[in-house]
Protein backbone atom coordinates (compact mmCIF):
# COMPACT_ATOMS: atom_id res chain seq x y z
CA UNK A 1 0.00 0.00 0.00
CA UNK A 2 2.97 2.30 0.92
CA UNK A 3 4.48 1.55 -1.87
CA UNK A 4 1.61 2.61 -4.16
CA UNK A 5 1.45 5.88 -2.62
CA UNK A 6 4.59 6.24 -3.31
CA UNK A 7 4.98 5.41 -6.75
CA UNK A 8 1.29 7.23 -7.17
CA UNK A 9 2.99 10.66 -5.98
CA UNK A 10 6.67 10.51 -7.66
CA UNK A 11 4.45 9.64 -11.06
CA UNK A 12 2.70 13.02 -10.39
CA UNK A 13 5.65 14.82 -9.50
CA UNK A 14 7.58 14.10 -12.35
CA UNK A 15 4.55 15.09 -14.99
CA UNK A 16 5.86 18.19 -14.15
CA UNK A 17 8.82 17.67 -16.25
CA UNK A 18 7.64 16.53 -19.08
CA UNK A 19 5.64 19.45 -19.67
CA UNK A 20 7.43 22.07 -20.44
CA UNK A 21 6.85 22.32 -24.15
CA UNK A 22 4.33 24.89 -25.47
CA UNK A 23 1.51 23.48 -26.98
CA UNK A 24 -1.03 25.03 -28.84
CA UNK A 25 -4.37 22.90 -27.83
CA UNK A 26 -3.41 22.82 -23.94
CA UNK A 27 -2.69 26.69 -24.46
CA UNK A 28 -6.38 27.06 -26.07
CA UNK A 29 -8.09 25.07 -23.33
CA UNK A 30 -6.13 26.85 -20.43
CA UNK A 31 -7.10 30.27 -21.77
CA UNK A 32 -10.91 29.06 -22.19
CA UNK A 33 -10.85 27.39 -18.60
CA UNK A 34 -11.15 23.97 -20.20
CA UNK A 35 -8.30 22.28 -18.90
CA UNK A 36 -9.55 22.38 -15.31
CA UNK A 37 -12.24 20.40 -17.22
CA UNK A 38 -9.96 17.91 -18.59
CA UNK A 39 -7.87 17.83 -15.41
CA UNK A 40 -10.63 17.01 -13.60
CA UNK A 41 -12.17 13.98 -15.85
CA UNK A 42 -8.88 12.15 -15.47
CA UNK A 43 -8.49 12.95 -11.93
CA UNK A 44 -11.86 11.26 -11.22
CA UNK A 45 -11.08 8.21 -13.93
CA UNK A 46 -7.70 7.96 -11.78
CA UNK A 47 -9.26 8.37 -8.41
CA UNK A 48 -12.14 5.71 -9.79
CA UNK A 49 -9.31 3.01 -10.94
CA UNK A 50 -7.74 3.21 -7.53
CA UNK A 51 -10.41 2.34 -5.73
CA UNK A 52 -12.09 -0.31 -7.44
CA UNK A 53 -8.45 -2.11 -7.36
CA UNK A 54 -8.47 -1.16 -3.52
CA UNK A 55 -11.61 -2.71 -3.06
CA UNK A 56 -10.49 -5.85 -5.18
CA UNK A 57 -7.49 -6.62 -3.29
CA UNK A 58 -9.31 -6.62 -0.11
CA UNK A 59 -11.84 -9.10 -1.71
CA UNK A 60 -9.24 -11.43 -3.00
CA UNK A 61 -7.22 -11.16 0.39
CA UNK A 62 -10.42 -12.38 2.39
CA UNK A 63 -10.75 -15.04 0.21
CA UNK A 64 -7.08 -16.37 0.38
CA UNK A 65 -7.61 -16.23 4.12
CA UNK A 66 -11.25 -18.27 4.03
CA UNK A 67 -9.24 -21.21 2.32
CA UNK A 68 -6.29 -21.03 4.10
CA UNK A 69 -8.45 -21.68 7.24
Not at 5 to 23: E, I, K, M, P
Amino acid sequence: MKKAGLFLLLSLLSGNLFAQQDVEMADTMRSNGKIFVVVAVIAVVLIGLILYLLNLDRKLSRLEKEIKH
